[in-house]
């Protein structure tokens, strides 16, 4: 059968309300990083990019902060729909290689009316 | 707006049998990847492709995984015999100018 998978951090936030969503990643020579929405039975869908020349950058409704210090990202989704019910991974690479993505674990965002 | 195509969407084998997963990248695109996710867990990447050559391969990625681009459109998966851990969703990803898009995923399930 199916094995049992490892719980994953949620985050419940109600319809309205700011979700802030947390993320380390692992190698300090990570140059690029990227936040994918999954939703159920889906492939990950891209939702906002950073580059390690900026701490900040903005998107539609989403913001994604950097703090390469302590290798840590953050998604900032303002004003949280339903339709943002998901999972949310953090991912993170080398730029102009090609390389692999390595995905962190994921936090499930669940969205209450 | 082109996506990532996979086929097919759940495939049940048998512990032993072979299987091949397909994928359709995106037609302009150069960089092709397999990666997995196990239930519950996190994507784990398996391999990279380019110019018809594995780039990079994870530990994951063994001697009964393999990869193809048989024709000028589709890229395959290919797992030669498989065993009860290979369950999981297998997902297709092609490189635009730096992000990765991922296809909706094949979810195998070995009996």
């Known amino acids: 059968g199916e094995s049992v998978g490892l719980h994953l951090p949620t985050l419940s936030v109600q319809e309205g309300d700011n979700s802030i969503i947390n993320c380390a990643y692992s190698n300090s020579a990570s140059d690029y990083f990227i936040w994918y929405k999954q939703e159920s039975g889906k492939g990950p869908q891209f939702i906002i990019d950073i580059r390690s020349n900026m701490d900040k950058r903005q998107g539609q409704r989403v913001t994604v902060l950097l703090n390469k210090t302590v290798k840590h990202l953050s998604l900032q989704i303002a004003a949280t729909q339903p339709g943002d019910s998901a999972v949310y991974f953090c991912?993170?690479?080398?730029?102009?290689?090609?390389?692999?993505?390595?995905f962190g674990t994921g936090t499930r965002l669940q969205v209450t009316l | 707006e082109p996506e990532v195509t996979q086929t097919p969407s759940h495939q049940v084998t048998q512990m032993g049998q072979e299987v091949i997963l397909r994928c359709v990248p995106i037609?302009?695109?150069?960089?092709f990847y397999w990666y997995r996710q196990i239930l519950g867990q996190k994507v784990e990447f398996l391999v990279s492709f380019y110019n018809n050559e594995i780039s990079e391969k994870s530990e994951i990625f063994d001697d009964q995984f393999s990869v193809e681009r048989p024709d000028g459109s589709n890229f395959t998966l290919k797992i030669r015999s498989t065993k009860l851990e290979d369950s999981a969703m297998y997902f297709c990803a092609s490189l635009g100018a730096e992000t990765q898009y991922f296809g909706p995923g094949t979810r195998l399930l070995v009996l």
């Open positions: 037609s302009n695109h150069l960089y």
């Open positions: 991912a993170e690479t080398l730029t102009g290689t090609a390389s692999k993505l390595t």
